[in-house]
Each structure stands twice: as C-alpha cells, then as structure tokens.
C-alpha cells in the first residue's frame, strides 16, 4: 500500500472523529453502518454526499440537535460505514432502499418515529427525493443542500460511468487515488474547484477520508449506478414541501441546476447563497441551521384554531 494511505480505523481515527461521542455502530440491511444520533424533538434525517461522511455535518448537527433529534449516517462504502456486498446494487434506488431499512434499526421506521424533515447535500438530495418518490418516508418537508438532481449531459454520464467501471475493476486503483488526492495541498486545491473555502480542520478532514482506499471505492461504486434520469422524470410528481439552497459559487451543482429541480419538483423554492460554494453547510452552518429551524417551524409547529383562546 502505498505510504500514508490506509484505511479508516474507528480505533484509531474515532479518537478523534468529530462528534465522536455521538456515534454507534448498527447493523441493519446485512451491513455494519456508522451512525450519529443527537439531540431530541422532531427527527431529522441528514443524508451527505458522494464522498463525504458523517464529518461534514460536524458544525451543523450540533445546531440542529438543539431542537431535533438528528439522524446522521454515514452512506455504504463511506467512511466507517461497510461497503455493498459483491453483488450489491449501488444505484440510487438501492442506496436509498438500504437506508430506509436502516431507521427501523435505530427506532426511527414506519412504526417509531419516522423522519418529520430530511436534509440532503448533494447527491444526498437525490436519495432523499428517492425517497419520497418510493414511499420509503413521507416526511412534512425536504431541505437540499445544492442537491444533485439534473441529470448530467449524456457525454459526461457515459465517461463518468466509464472511469468508475475501469477504476472499479483495477484492485489498486482506490489505493492509487487514495495515495494521489489524499494530501492537504491536492484536497484544498479540490475543494477550491468547487467554489468551497474550509478551514484547516474541515480540509484535514476530507484528507484523512480521501486517504482512505476503502472510502475511495465506496465512492467509485456509487458513481458506477449513478442515474438521475427516472429520478428527475418523476419530481413534478413529487408534492412535498422543499427547499433548495444553492452556493453563488459553487461550481459542482450551479445556481441554475437547482433552480431548475426546483422548477420540476413544483412544490419547491430555491435561494442562492452568496459567497459559497459547494460546501455551503459546512462554509455557513449557522446560516443553514437557521434555515432549517425556520422552515421546521413553518411546518411542523401545530397552528391554533382562529379564535382560540391561548393555553
């Protein structure tokens, strides 16, 4: 293996993990899944992007678990999470199929206390709308966060699904990634690409992940299934509220892409951030904690009858 990449180690890197003393390790689905419960009221479902992990709520999560219970995972193949078997599906329908076996697990399914809001960043945003689409959850809303859902010019599919096939099939191909973007210079370079700023521990933290060979493949696996078309068909179908924020900066998901699921989905409304990028939940955390709470209390605080008397 190549020198400095290894894979994540909860022995070792959960020391310092953050919010470590929020995590559990769970069994659900036939996998071994990291998770991060906090706070109580409401529960909230915050579902990361490709290549993230439960870090990237680490200024976020402890906002919102002033008023909510969170509900944090990390996806399959990501960070401490286990990988798809060898003949797991990693398409979007399956991703968000495991997921939803995962909150009965954790007291949060059909039957205990289903997710009221879902927050997703990203490709997060696709799984969180799939969903709803399959009526896996009906929750009172959806937050995205620059969420994934215009589906990439076919070119670009095509190439995409490609290099993930033929770095997927090469067994040293994650160790090899892993031992050329996982330094601090390569990622902060990467993370400016996308129009997003992070300090030196947000920065050291995607490092240690993409320093991960095991992260890495979860990754490839993700983009292997990757198809936003059945998903972007079916979001005027979709009635839930939403809220879709983008960054002005953000050059991964444009303002224009989110402002155009917006469109399609009906029932949604997008703001542009200024000043951020891809990252905006992690550059604006207060901001965004804001937001939710605001949104949460639009929808999910019972109203009084006109006329009625207060308690």
Known sequence: MPTGVRPLDW????????????????????????????????????????????????????RLARRFRVIAPDLPGHGFSAPLPPDGRPTLPAIAELLAALLPALGHGPAGRPPALLVGHSAGGAIALQLIRTGHLTPRAMIGLAPALRPVPEPIATLLTTLAGVLGSDPNAPELIAAAFGDVATVRRALRDIGSALDPAGVALYARVFRSPPHIAGVLTMFAGWDLAPLAAAL??????????????????PPADVAWAAVRLGTARSITLPAVGHLLHEERPAEIAARVIALADALLTPRRPTGAAPS
């Open 11 to 62: 022995s070792h890197d959960g020391r310092t993990w953050p919010n470590r003393q929020f995590s559990r390790f769970v069994t659900a689905a036939g996998l071994r899944w990291h998770v991060q419960l906090l706070g109580d009221g409401p529960p909230v479902l915050l579902i990361h992007g490709a290549g993230a992990t439960t870090h990237s709520w680490r200024d976020l999560a402890p």
């Open 236 to 253: 005027p179908r979709l009635t839930v509220p939403a809220l879709l924020l983008a960054g002005a900066r953000d050059r991964a998901i």
